[in-house]
């Protein structure tokens, strides 16, 4: 039971952001609603609110600072001498129990446009797999070649959370054991009408969306599990989306190469397809690692090259990184920008009716891991094949689409069992 007391100091609260519609349905809520709708005022930091909007009249962000091109190791380039040293580096690591993995599994899969959290997608082609077993597949298969544990950590969102967890209870955790597998849920905030209001959702209470998988390290702290890693002595935190079924998300040569160059994270590369293809690339700003999206990369840029021909500004990011834990606590030290989305959000209106909008009517704020790597001073990058370690699955059809991701596996896989890869 809410008291009046708690109620009246809610709206205080909110008289002082000029945001009390939001107790306009109050009466009509259950008694748990009533309670949760208290604790989300009590709890949501509004002056961060008002920051947030002012954001989203911004512009859109130009590149500001000098950028140049970052240097790269390409896998398949090494030399036999060299690939062996990173390699006997990384795996003294691993098999020292020093290496865990982070899946990002918090997103929306809005493009996909499937209703259960995309972990739980099978891809087809007769492999009729989810993608959490073929990530699965990937841990077990490191655990017994580098006799490891190789924890396995997964972020969901309050949306997901309770029905990834019974998915992988339904599959007795994919054979993993069950305290190596941990989920937690990522951090939210509310959505902004174009007024800077807070909205309700369908249920009459404060609508609020993922804060974006920057919101990882953050997460990570808060959820107890950066503590977890360092008390089993974790040293390497590979991270990477749900969404990417070929995901080398255990490498010993991306922990022999930072640990050669001397830097606290390795991100991983592939070579862009074209000068205009829609990804972000690595790059340094400032001296730093840095990654400009497509959308703010000029023309010239993306169409430089070097003596030798390749593109300057190649190299595409494909969320799929590795953080030294130090790295890790300097970065979640620090708030990493939000970034606005104008989205179509289904809210509650003052007279309890649903609206859903058949145009963008709200905004959404979400951080962006790539942000992170400008507070590493240096950082490695290992440019891997496509084919190998890239099958993104983002869209219902065409592109990135469950037949193309399937097929990349299926090839994978093939080539696999021929022996052609390790
Ligand atoms: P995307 O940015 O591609 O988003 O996420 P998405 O949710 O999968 O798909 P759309 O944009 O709604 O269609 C890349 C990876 O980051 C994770 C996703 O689960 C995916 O693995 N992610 C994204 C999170 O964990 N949390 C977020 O808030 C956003």
């Not at 054979?175 to 941990?182: A, F, I, L, N, T």
């Not at 959820?223 to 995901?247: C, H, P, Q, T």
Request: aromatic share 10%; with cysteine.
């Amino acid at each position: 039971m809410v008291e009046d007391i708690e109620y009246q100091e809610a709206l205080k609260k909110l008289k002082k952001y000029g945001q009390e519609h939001l107790l306009c349905r109050y009466e009509s809520l259950d008694d748990e609603k009533k309670e949760k709708i208290i604790n989300q005022i009590k709890n949501i930091d509004f002056d961060q609110t008002i920051e947030l909007f002012n954001i989203a009249n911004k512009s859109i962000k130009k590149i500001d600072g000098e950028i140049s091109s970052i240097e790269y190791v390409d896998k398949s380039k090494l030399s036999k001498e060299q690939y062996e040293k990173y390699y006997n580096i990384g795996k003294k690591e691993i098999e020292q129990g020093k290496y865990a993995v982070v899946t990002m599994a918090g997103g929306q899969g809005t493009r996909l446009g499937y209703v259960a959290p995309k972990g739980t997608f099978k891809i087809g082609g007769g492999v009729e797999k989810s993608l959490f077993e073929a990530l699965s597949d990937t841990i077990k298969e490191a655990r017994n070649k580098f006799n490891a544990k190789i924890p396995w950590y997964i972020m969901t969102s309050r949306e997901n959370n309770n029905a990834t967890e019974k998915f992988f209870e339904k599959n007795d955790f994919f054979g993993m054991p069950y305290e190596d597998v941990k989920f937690f849920k990522q951090g939210e905030l509310p959505m902004l009408d174009t007024e800077g209001k807070l909205m309700l959702d369908e249920t009459g209470v404060i609508k609020l969306s993922a804060d974006g998988h920057g919101g990882v390290f953050e997460s990570l702290v808060k959820n107890g599990y950066l503590e977890d890693m360092k008390k089993r002595g974790i040293e390497w935190v590979f991270i990477s989306g749900v969404d990417n079924v070929l995901a080398g998300l255990v490498d010993p040569i991306a922990v022999g190469l930072a640990i050669t160059e001397g830097t606290l994270a390795t991100g991983k590369s592939v070579v862009k397809r074209s000068p205009s293809e829609n990804v972000g690339v690595f790059c340094k700003r400032n001296g730093k690692p840095y990654v400009i999206e497509y959308t703010e990369i000029t023309e010239e840029m993306a169409n430089a090259r070097d003596d030798k021909g390749e593109l300057l500004y190649g190299e595409s990011h494909i969320l799929t990184n590795l953080f030294n834990i130090k790295a890790l606590e300097n970065i979640a030290q620090n708030k990493l920008p939000y970034h606005k989305a104008f989205k179509k959000a289904k809210y509650m209106d003052a007279n309890g009716e649903i609206i859903k909008p058949e145009k963008p009517n709200a905004y959404k704020y979400e951080a962006f891991i790539f942000d992170a790597f400008e507070s590493l001073n240096s950082m490695s990058i290992l440019r891997v094949k496509r084919e190998d370690e890239f099958a993104p699955l983002k869209n219902a059809e065409g592109e990135d689409s469950p037949n193309t991701a399937t097929q990349l596996y299926i090839n994978y896989m093939e080539r696999k069992t021929k022996g052609l890869i390790d």
